[in-house]
């Protein structure tokens, strides 16, 4: 927990002292659990041998018309017992009227046993992300002024750092994304994020479990803070709620044979945010696991981890 403490506190001050970046975020997924190796590469489970893929699509301000953003992306997992590491792929498309953002960067985890059902676990990514630029679509969908040269952009090399504590009721970790490397005056670059987050996984009964979230995340001079609650039904269905300063969040999910999970979260903006956008956001996420070489169908109970 020490390690853990000194760890917070040297990336504050690393993000308090970074600067000179884009202000543009990340997409603040409302299904933050599902999506965790998209924030933080220590989110690699290290409990089982299980594959792992996630598809989620998000889709802001729904019905608000052709300039609002949607977001998909996909994350992959595969975990090492033997030699206690994993490794993971996420592949991130964000679209808004002029302007779409690829990302595709590989994780590595490594954990480190800290306890008898405790452990640490260290991660970093890199990859490519891209900035493409096209002609403006007006809201009546006409086609307005070129967009100028000085913001086309070129790829630039993208990097993160994470660290994360688990155990089989916990899971807190903090991670730093988007570190300030810039390979050319014309590489696409975002202001750096920072994620900490927390869940425990409490057991009511022998059907029954609760699974609170607090998740903060800074970007550049922004912060955001994400709560949540999600109760759980053996290993048959979840059903929640959620806050964040700008949307309160309904969200169910059901498991679909021994594999697959379909959930859904709705957002509905608030505050400020609510006066420009009045739709709410939905958000779709389809999850698998499994072990294709297991002799037998392997399922998995359930933990703080899916």
Known sequence: MKMMKKTIIATAAFLALAGN?????DA?????????????PAAIVGTDELFRV??????????????????RTLNATQFFMGKRMGV??????????VETNFLAKLSYAYHLQVGQEAFMSFGLNAGVMHGFYKDIILPDGSIGADVDADMKTKPNLDLGLAIEFYTREI?????????????TKESKMLALHAYYYFGYLGKINHNWALYPMLVMRMAGKSANLDISMRVFYGDLLHFG????LDAAVIMAG??????????YACDIPLGNIRHRFTMPSHEFVLTYRGCLSCPYNH???????D
């Open 21 to 25: 970046v884009r202000a543009q975020q």
């Open 28 to 40: 603040q997924f409302s299904q933050f659990y599902a999506n965790r190796l998209f924030y933080s």
């Open 54 to 71: 996630s598809l989620t699509d998000r889709e802001q301000w729904w019905g608000g018309g052709r300039n609002r953003p949607s977001y």
């Open 88 to 97: 993971g792929l996420t592949v991130y498309e964000w679209n808004q009227n």
């Open 171 to 183: 899971v807190t970790g903090v991670s730093v994304q988007h570190l300030p490397i810039r390979i």
């Open 241 to 244: 709620a959620g806050y964040r």
């Open 254 to 263: 059901v498991n679909i044979g021994p594999h697959f999970t379909f959930s």
């Open 299 to 305: 399922t998995m109970p359930l933990n703080a981890f």
